[in-house]
């Protein structure tokens, strides 16, 4: 994932979580807002996870999966927050668990745009 794709000032971050929009299973939660261009996000994990290496594979896994679904997620702010159970998971099924979230948003942002 680019550096222009990243949310990086933490008022861009708060304003995401105070529209609380969000979405999200038992390994990840999605807090998100429709904008303009293209995609902005975040991802942050808690010390609660593990090490920091743990962290990072995770935070990569999490970039890799979104630059696959790329062309789905233009026009959309997000932070991602990874929880702990999702250490556990395979890759194949962090991307089908955040493929399903993706698939989520992106089923509101048609209906809000009807």
């Known amino acids: 994932m680019n550096r222009k794709y990243s949310l990086k000032k933490s008022y861009e ?3 995401v979580m105070s529209l609380k929009k ?3 299973n038992r390994f990840y939660t999605i807090y998100y ?3 303009e261009g293209e995609m902005k996000i975040a991802i942050s994990v808690s ?3 593990g ?3 743990i962290r990072n594979y995770e935070k990569r896994a999490v970039r890799e999966i979104i630059r696959k679904n790329k062309k789905e997620l233009i026009g959309i702010k997000a932070l991602i927050i990874i929880k702990r159970l999702a250490v556990e998971l395979t890759f194949q ?3 089908d668990s955040l493929s399903n979230l993706f698939s989520k948003i992106l089923k509101e942002k048609k209906n809000e745009q009807k």
């Open 13 to 15: 971050i708060e304003k």
């Open 22 to 24: 969000s979405v999200g």
């Open 33 to 35: 807002q429709q904008s």
């Open 47 to 49: 010390k609660k996870v």
């Open 51 to 53: 090490r920091a290496v």
């Open 93 to 95: 099924e962090k991307d």
